[in-house]
T-cell receptor, first 115, second 112 residues
Framework: EAQVTQNPRYLITVTGKKLTVTCSQNMNHEYMSWYRQDPGLGLRQIYYSMNVEVTDKGDVPEGYKVSRKEKRNFPLILESPSPNQTSLYFC??????????????FGPGTRLTVL | AQSVTQLDSHVSVSEGTPVLLRCNYSSSYSPSLFWYVQHPNKGLQLLLKYTSAATLVKGINGFEAEFKKSETSFHLTKPSAHMSDAAEYFCVVKNNNNDMRFGAGTRLTVKP
């Protein structure tokens, strides 16, 4: 089944304790992206990647890191989490094609609470 | 720069009545436009997309949307609401560089 998977689905942690949220897709998509969803703000892009070893900042990259060592995986790293990073996080992937019409496929979400 | 405005944060309808969720966009390019739905505690699912073909786009579950360039709108409609349509809906604009901008979302409530 074609899908985007994220782990963990739920995480409660404390300020300053490094964590990683994994994201994996099995559709051979070049493009991958991380978003955070906060009430009344929709989804905002954190980082994205056009292909292996190619990553770039989105709209809200502060406090986050990513890596793209393999095409299928795009982990999100919080080196020193803070309470304002409490949010619902989504990973997404898509093909890269002409015209920008390819839709993004979303993972199930990771609900992160930082105490 | 591109952006999306969803004109209603919350819409409430009765089961069996029409649904209208409004979306206006701003884009310097010929955009692709999408509607996604998010059911409670679920991820986002694509409802439909516009990609410069027919201006009236039909999606899943009886939803459709019409692209109106002169009004920079892409409103989502359904003739008859069902209880299972209760969810949050996001309008999204995307340019050729894969830059996607989400609206703030519209929560649809369906009353029995």
């Amino acid at each position: 089944e074609a899908q985007v998977t994220q782990n963990p689905r739920y995480l409660i942690t404390v300020t300053g304790k490094k964590l990683t949220v994994t994201c994996s897709q099995n559709m051979n998509h070049e493009y991958m992206s991380w978003y955070r969803q906060d009430p009344g703000l929709g989804l905002r892009q954190i980082y994205y990647s056009m292909n292996v070893e190619v990553t770039d900042k989105g709209d809200v990259p502060e406090g986050y890191k990513v890596s793209r060592k393999e095409k299928r995986n795009f982990p999100l790293i919080l080196e020193s989490p803070s309470p304002n990073q409490t949010s619902l996080y989504f990973c997404a992937s898509s093909l890269l094609g002409t015209g920008g019409s390819n839709e993004q496929f979303f993972g199930p979400g990771t609900r992160l609470t930082v105490l | 720069a591109q952006s999306v405005t969803q004109l209603d944060s919350h819409v409430s309808v009765s089961e069996g009545t029409p649904v209208l969720l409004r979306c206006n966009y701003s884009s310097s390019y010929s955009p692709s436009l999408f509607w996604y739905v998010q059911h409670p505690n679920k991820g986002l699912q694509l409802l439909l997309k516009y990609t410069s073909a027919a201006t009236l786009v039909k999606g899943i579950n009886g939803f459709e949307a019409e692209f109106k360039k002169s009004e920079t709108s892409f409103h989502l409609t359904k003739p008859s609401a069902h209880m299972s349509d209760a969810a949050e809906y996001f309008c999204v604009v995307k340019n050729n560089n894969n830059d996607m901008r989400f609206g703030a979302g519209t929560r649809l409530t369906v009353k029995p």
